[in-house]
């Protein structure tokens, strides 16, 4: 700058002229045309955060356009009804698969089809009510569904237990025209068949 004013004093023009020669470049900041860079920077980042945005809300209503909201809020629904549902359905079938085997169900899915579904539900805290109730009827009613503690057959009138004669149980002997119905029963067989 002392450059520029060695020679005296300088109109406006003549310093315009002497700092684009020196590599200036001079502003009239009087009337509020000079903004500083960094406010600059800032106002450019802000503007093209606004111009992103706009583009992504415009984006987002043609992907809406057309839509009416209130249909989307009752399939919203719709499928908030069948998710829960769906889900106290798995909840009712595991805990239905969970008892059967504790009752020792022979086989899980022809005793399932024996129980009354409509009437088996889930309460409000998750617990299953209406099946104890249908197992202990089958147990008594259709005994064959299912084997004792010990593994063997229910009583039915269709055939013995079994054993194996070579651990000193008793010989398969099932009943006039009885099959064998479970896994000891099968394996008491084939021992009498390979021991005889």
Same mark, same amino acid.
């Given at each position: ?27 009239? +900041? !009087? ?5 500083? @860079?960094? #406010?600059? *920077?800032? =106002?450019?980042?802000? %503007? &093209? ?63 399932? +089809? !024996? ?5 088996? @539900?889930? #309460?409000? *805290?998750? =617990?299953?009510?209406? %099946? &104890? ?64």
């Amino acid at each position: 700058m002392k450059t520029l004013f060695e020679a005296g004093a300088l109109t406006w023009e003549q310093f315009s002229e002497a700092a684009k020669k020196a590599g200036f470049e001079v502003v009239n +900041a !009087a009337g509020g045309a000079y903004v500083p @860079k960094a #406010d600059l *920077d800032t =106002k450019q980042r802000e %503007l &093209d955060t606004a111009n992103t945005t706009i583009k992504d809300l415009r984006e987002t209503a043609k992907a809406w356009d057309g839509k009416d909201p209130k249909k989307l809020e009752d399939d919203l629904k719709t499928l908030q009804t069948k998710y829960d549902t769906d889900t106290a359905n798995i909840k009712r079938d595991a805990a239905i698969d969970l008892a059967l085997v504790k009752a020792h169900a022979r086989d899980p899915q022809l005793t399932r +089809a !024996a129980l009354k579904m409509d009437e088996i @539900k889930l #309460d409000k *805290d998750g =617990k299953v009510t209406g %099946l &104890d109730a249908q197992i202990e009827g089958l147990k008594k009613d259709k005994a064959w569904l299912f084997e004792d503690e010990a593994g063997n057959a229910g009583s039915n009138g269709k055939g013995a237990a079994g054993g194996d004669p070579a651990a000193g149980g008793s010989a398969y002997n099932p009943a006039a025209g009885g099959k064998p119905n479970t896994v000891t029963d099968l394996g008491s067989a084939i021992a009498e068949h390979y021991n005889a």
